[in-house]
């Protein structure tokens, strides 16, 4: 499983995370979501995906996000629960 996100990771333009609070315990996601956007970040021609993250709390988890997927990304939060999302209108 881990080394198919790691693919889709290193090829995306945009990364949905939808209720997933990338726990400082939670070392091996940190681990994987990290190296992978170090990679990218020292590619020449490879953008950084955009990340949008979907949760009822998600302006608390910002700063979470920024110390694993670099100062550089663009981070976008949508405070709300996954059921309210006008998801056609979102991934359009």
């Known amino acids: 499983m881990w080394n198919n996100a790691i693919r889709a990771l290193r090829d995306c333009e945009q990364i949905y995370i939808v209720g997933f609070s990338l726990s400082p315990f939670d070392n091996m996601a940190r681990l994987h979501f990290g190296e992978v956007m170090m990679e990218r970040s020292k590619g020449e021609d490879i953008k950084l995906p ?3 993250i979907i949760d009822p ?3 608390g988890m910002k700063e979470n996000f920024m110390s ?3 100062g550089q990304s663009i981070i976008d939060l949508i405070q709300k629960q996954a059921q309210e999302i ?3 209108k979102l991934l359009s």
């Open 50 to 52: 955009k990340v949008t």
């Open 57 to 59: 709390n998600a302006c």
């Open 86 to 88: 006008n998801w056609g």
């Open 68 to 70: 694993v997927f670099g």
